[in-house]
């Protein structure tokens, strides 16, 4: 069996790496070679009156004798022919020369070592992002298209790359994925064991993005089953599919060939209406759809009377359209979507992002 394959049940944890030159590796470990070598050479030097050199009885080691003891003893050749003789020397030796010997030995096959230990670091490294980052987090099933810009808005929005996880079975798709820091799990989401890994129990979002409708469902299904509280965002292909979808658990569900169809005809209708449309789903310039808190000075008034361009209000979890008799003065714990400009301009400000006193602060006081 192959190291690297993976049972479909178990996806395989992806981190993404520290890319380091290699220029940079290399003269680091030389430099702590050199700093081994010449920092044994300078100790040996120091206490060159407790070593014997049976070429030359009697006689003090010059720096060039410690410099050679050094070589061979930190190569472990050892000829003999200088050898430590007083009790100090023996003891550093023992304490110091020896562990720098081994120090040296482990930096000159480094290379090898690290191919050997890379599974068990791999293993830490994991076990260390679980304990840290596996919980309140977001899980992407699909790194595609729709799975990329997803990430790409909730990165923009202010969500740590660090919170969120990635899941797919093609392994282009995960290296991918650590290119662009994200942590990946490499398996079929279908399967429990691969959702458990991607610690989908713990996760406050879901958002799922395969290609295949029937796919979407089922990985619905086992999400719900597996967290009952995660907000679940998934796409469907086809419109037909959507009562589906909610009833396996979805929260909210795209239909992508509808969106992209509608979107299609507003453009051949009206040119400049499919620019405006398309303008309001690019993230980051001109406008941008959001939700934001509803402010205290905001509180009993009409949602047409606000500075904001308001087109819907959230109240008790449901969402209502800003002309519907229900919401026509707001109140208390309401929050509002609107519409304004990406980046504030100095005659468009955006309330709500300046620290302005909340409405829902005030309750709390």
């Given at each position: ?173 995960m290296e991918e994925a650590n290119r662009d820091r994200l942590v990946g ?62 009833q396996s658990g979805a929260n909210s569900v795209i239909t992508s060939s ?103 602060e005030d309750d709390q006081a």
């Amino acid at each position: 069996m192959r190291a690297d394959s993976v049972h479909p049940s178990v996806g395989r944890v992806s981190l993404p790496e520290t890319e380091r030159s290699p220029w940079w590796e290399l003269g680091r470990r030389l430099l702590l070679a050199a700093a081994i070598l010449f920092g044994t050479v300078l100790l040996v030097y120091l206490d060159r009156e407790g070593y014997n050199d049976n070429a030359h009885p009697g006689r003090d080691l010059t720096l060039l004798d410690s410099f050679y003891y050094t070589t061979v003893t930190l190569s472990t050749t050892g000829y003999g022919d200088i050898a430590p003789e007083s009790e100090q020397a023996r003891l550093v030796n023992a304490l110091v020369i020896t562990p720098l010997r081994i120090a040296f030995l482990v930096l000159l096959i480094g290379t090898t070592l690290e191919v050997l230990a890379s599974q068990g670091r791999e293993m830490f490294r994991v076990a260390r992002w679980r304990k840290k980052k596996m919980e309140k987090h977001v899980v992407v099933v699909g790194y595609g298209t729709k799975g990329r810009s997803a990430i790409d808005t909730l990165v923009s929005n202010g969500y740590a790359r660090e919170s969120i996880v990635v899941v797919d079975p093609e392994i282009v798709a995960m290296e991918e994925a650590n290119r662009d820091r994200l942590v990946g799990i490499a398996g079929d989401a279908t399967r429990r064991g691969v959702l458990r890994q991607a610690g989908v129990e713990k996760a406050t979002h879901v958002i799922i993005t395969t290609d295949r409708d029937d796919s979407n469902v089922l990985v619905t299904l086992t999400v719900r089953q597996l967290n009952p509280d995660a907000w679940i965002v998934a796409s469907v292909r086809e419109h037909e599919n959507v009562p589906l979808m909610r009833q396996s658990g979805a929260n909210s569900v795209i239909t992508s060939s509808d969106a992209v169809g509608r979107l299609l005809g507003l453009s051949s209708m009206s040119p400049m209406l499919g620019s405006v449309m398309e303008d309001l789903m690019t993230y980051g310039e001109g406008l941008e759809v959001a939700e934001r808190e509803l402010l205290v000075t905001e509180v009993g008034k009409q949602p047409q009377r606000l500075p904001d361009q308001v087109i819907a209000v959230v109240r008790d979890e449901k969402v209502y359209r800003y002309f519907d008799p229900v919401v026509s003065l707001l109140a208390r714990g309401d929050k509002l979507i609107v519409i304004r400009p990406a980046k504030e301009l100095p005659w468009a400000p955006r309330p709500g992002t300046h620290g302005e006193e909340l409405a829902d602060e005030d309750d709390q006081a």
